[in-house]
């Protein structure tokens, strides 16, 4: 590991083998509740991925090509068995091995771009027949059950495309034919999640979503227009075809800022930094209550059901939402009660940027937190002195 800065480290991997990783956390993975963005506009996409605020560090990751797989450069997230203690003891984890199959954005030799985010299971999911009224339904369905011999979780979707895709068109070639399933979720039923994803190459931006045990696309007729392809953040096309859109909750807010900011922003990385700033956590959640703006998915009351929580504007007629909103607002502003357990409290983890025509990105963790102020820039043609150790 090359450590870049206290909370950003990057490796460069020469080798791993993908069924191997994805034989060894099988089942292992639980689809967690970020409030991701992700934004393309030509050359550009950026991306902040929004956790809880944590301790534990993010990672450039670098995938040199072989014969059989695309060189890829991108992040791996928050992973909770990889505190930084245990990267600077280092601490044996198998873990390390499988780091390519933690990456949740990136961009390959050939300028192909994935990035997932999260999304209610119950606006699509891989196993429709278990959606009930109220709840969102758990997918534990597959796409492709003819195909016993490529069987993946779609956790491992991203790093699927990355290895294997040289266009947009092909990625969609070889998702289609992959026995795709949606991992069991740990999660209480109401609050759990399922993923989607952006996928965009020089001409072309889609997402990608399961529908019915079916993988569905839409598509941007451009590459810079303000479309649901080139902005995408937490609610389906589904939700967006429908005019179901409300101003608060699932994403709803941060896409109608970065929408309404797309045409003024220049594709260059400084205006991405500008652009994704904006739409920081905490830069959408202290504005006033009740503004347009204003973030607060993730505060989930547990007495209420997703209709009363979601789609659903009189939510801010409820005291209980209100004061729970209030309370995490003032815990936010006071860092001292950061890291702890009884204030689960978020910020954006990291902000990563990419230029796709060169195969390039910059990276901020922590909000620009901790003395984290500067972007880290890297590219395919980066060489980290000190990598992967193996175990």
């Given amino acids: 590991m090359t450590r870049i800065n206290k909370f950003l ?17 099988k089942d292992r993975f639980e689809h ?89 299971t119950g606006e699509t999911s891989l196993d429709s027949s278990r959606w009930k009224s109220g709840e969102w339904g758990l997918g534990a369905a597959y796409t492709n059950p003819e195909n016993e011999d490529s069987t993946y979780d779609v956790v491992h979707l991203v790093r699927f495309v990355l290895d294997n895709a040289e266009s947009v068109d092909d990625a969609e070639r070889l998702i289609e034919r992959v026995n795709w399933y949606e991992s069991k979720n740990n999660m209480n039923t109401h609050k759990s999640q399922s993923l989607h994803w952006l996928i965009a190459d020089s001409s072309k931006t889609v997402i990608l979503e399961f529908i019915e045990n079916k993988p569905m696309y839409t598509e941007s007729a451009k590459i810079d227009e303000a479309s649901y392809a080139n902005v995408m953040t937490n609610f389906t096309n589904k939700v967006m075809l429908a005019g179901l859109v409300q101003p608060h909750g699932v994403g709803y807010e941060r896409f109608n800022l970065l929408k309404n900011q797309y045409d003024l922003v220049p594709e260059s990385f400084s205006g991405f930094e500008q652009l994704m700033k904006s739409v920081w956590y905490s830069n959408t959640y202290t504005k006033e209550i009740k503004s347009d703006d204003f973030f607060f998915s993730e505060y989930v009351v547990d007495s209420l059901t997703n209709d009363e929580l979601y789609n659903n504007p009189k939510i801010w007629e409820n005291s209980k939402f209100n004061n729970l909103v209030l309370k995490a607002k003032a815990a936010f502003n006071d860092t001292a009660l950061w890291y702890k357990a009884e204030t689960p409290l978020w910020f954006t983890s990291y902000t990563s940027i990419y230029d796709l025509k060169n195969r390039s990105m910059r990276v901020l963790v922590h909000e620009g937190r901790d003395g984290q102020k500067e972007y880290f820039g890297a590219s395919l043609k980066s060489r980290f002195t000190n990598p992967l150790k193996r175990y």
Avoid at 16 to 21: A, H, K
Avoid at 48 to 59: A, G, H, K, R, T
């Fill in 9 to 25: 480290f990057a490796v460069e991997i020469d080798d791993y083998n993908f069924e191997l990783s994805v034989d060894r956390h």
């Fill in 32 to 120: 967690v509740s970020p409030g991701c963005s992700e934004v393309r506009k030509g050359n550009f996409v950026g991306r902040n991925l929004d956790w809880f605020i944590n301790n534990e560090p993010s990672v450039i990751i670098k995938v040199n090509g072989t014969a059989h797989r695309q060189a890829s450069i991108g992040m791996a997230g928050v992973i909770p068995e990889m505190t930084l203690d245990v990267i600077e003891k280092g601490v044996p984890n198998e873990i390390y091995e499988d780091l390519p199959l933690h990456t949740l954005d990136g961009v390959n030799e050939k300028g192909v771009y994935a990035g997932v985010n999260v999304m209610p």
